[in-house]
């Protein structure tokens, strides 16, 4: 099956900073997201973004299909960024979402 | 989106017993699946759910310690059967929405501790 890979697996930044988390995937994908787990446990979809770029607030991500690598951007980090950032992907051969291990973000005041 | 709902939120359970898990969805859903997340972990399938039909378990889940049904197209139950303190996780409950093509939308999820 299409392993995925995440990085860092932790990151630790002062608030204000900005940040870019890296997706890497082993086979073509029709679907790829990006959520944020919050410390309650629940996860937030953040970006659908298979292919391009997109933008929303703050956060923006960038997929290149062809490369087979996604990046999740974050400015101007606030303590409310903390948390857990998965990359989860879909193949072409089957159903199934797979989860990276995620990229553990802490925001310090 | 949508509006998922999972209950319980969370529970504390005796080792041996079983809880019930519900996922209520109140949209059109095309696909639905079972997930577990360990503790510090990342989410692991644990299953397809299919309506009307026996659910498409992952290598390692069985169907006699995770049973699935799937009534209708809106409405699941996963079990966890026999529990031992290492079934302590979150479990998930994540849908495909008619008209959302592939993206995948998550439950708040069910805390499960068994002592």
């Known amino acids: 099956g299409i392993q995925v890979e995440q990085s860092p697996p932790d990151l630790i930044l002062q608030e204000g900073a900005n940040s870019t988390l890296r997706c890497n995937f082993s086979?073509?994908?029709?679907?790829l997201q990006w959520f944020h787990q919050n410390p309650w446990g629940q996860l937030i979809n953040l970006f659908y973004?298979?292919?391009g770029t997109k933008q929303n607030g703050r956060l923006s991500a960038t997929t290149v299909a062809t490369e087979r690598y996604s990046l999740l951007y974050i400015s101007s980090s606030q303590t409310t960024d903390s948390g857990v950032y998965f990359c989860?992907?879909?193949?072409?051969?089957?159903?199934?979402?797979?989860f990276g291990k995620g990229t553990r973000l802490h925001i310090l005041p | 989106s949508a509006v998922i709902s999972q209950k319980p939120s969370r529970d504390i359970c005796q080792r041996g017993t079983s809880l019930t898990i519900q996922c209520q969805v109140d949209s059109q859903v095309t696909m639905m699946f079972w997930y577990r997340q360990q503790p510090g972990q990342s989410l692991t399938l644990i299953a397809t759910?299919?309506?009307?039909?026996?659910?498409?378990?992952e290598s390692g889940f069985v169907i006699d310690k995770f049973p699935i049904s799937r009534p209708n197209l809106t409405f699941s139950t996963l079990t966890v059967s026999n529990m031992s303190p290492e079934d302590s996780s979150i479990y998930l409950c994540?849908?495909?929405?008619?008209?959302?093509?592939?993206?995948?939308?998550f439950g708040q999820g069910t805390r499960l501790t068994v002592v």
């Open positions: 994540s849908v495909q929405l008619r008209g959302s093509g592939t993206e995948a939308f």
């Open positions: 973004i298979p292919s």
């Open positions: 759910a299919n309506q009307g039909s026996e659910a498409t378990y």
């Open positions: 989860a992907v879909r193949g072409w051969r089957d159903d199934k979402i797979i």
């Open positions: 086979d073509s994908v029709n679907n």
